[in-house]
């Protein structure tokens, strides 16, 4: 009896160390795993050289007055904390939300100036278009053929997939066909 004892205890034991084995041995295995999987997701969003980048003039009221070059997509804020804002500085006046556009130049004012006319993509471009990219649901609907609905389908495109590349790329909002394009195509200017 005593042997049979000995015997079961020792099935235990070992049993118990082949099953702490396995679990030791998965775990390095499972941080491999998820390793890759962290590298592939890194890879799957890669930072490709065909990404456009933009470049802008940031004066006033800024301790580092240049010409900086900024990823597609940018923001005046993003701008802005490049340039660094003095204390003098009323940054209340700028829309910081707004999307960038290539070439445009933002004057930071000083606190107390009067409101400055900001070259802003659309009023640089009155005379030609709206660029749809930084244009307001307001300066949307200026443009003949938008109304609520169709200015609201554009911003939340741009909400969800970023700036158009192409005038071509309005075909994929919902409500824009052929002929719309094609009439408003003097109105929106897509960098």
Do not use: C
């Not at 235990?12 to 099953?19: A, K, R, S």
């Not at 949307?140 to 911003?155: D, F, N, Q, R």
């Not at 909002?173 to 009439?183: A, D, P, R």
């Amino acid at each position: 009896m005593d042997r049979w004892k000995q015997l079961v205890i020792g099935l235990v034991v070992v049993l118990f160390l082949g099953v702490g084995y396995l679990f030791y041995k998965k775990e390095p295995e499972q941080r491999v795993v998820d390793d890759f999987v962290m590298e592939t997701e890194e890879i799957a969003h890669p930072v490709t050289p065909e990404r456009l980048e933009l470049v802008v003039y940031v004066t006033g009221a800024v301790e580092s007055p240049d010409v900086y070059t900024v990823p597609e997509g940018a923001r005046v804020g993003d701008v802005l904390s490049l340039a660094v804002l003095t204390n003098e500085a009323d940054p209340e006046q700028l829309n910081l939300a707004q999307l960038l556009v290539d070439g445009v130049k933002i004057i930071v004012p000083k606190k107390g100036d009067p409101p400055i006319a900001q070259a802003t993509p659309s009023s640089e471009v009155e005379s030609n278009g709206i660029h749809v990219n930084s244009a307001t649901k307001e300066e949307l609907m200026s443009v003949p053929g938008i109304g609520p609905a169709k200015a609201e389908a554009i911003l939340n495109h741009l909400k969800e997939h970023g700036p158009f590349k192409t005038y071509e790329g309005l075909g994929d909002v919902k409500g824009f066909g052929e002929k719309t394009l094609e009439s408003m195509k003097p109105y929106l200017l897509v960098p």
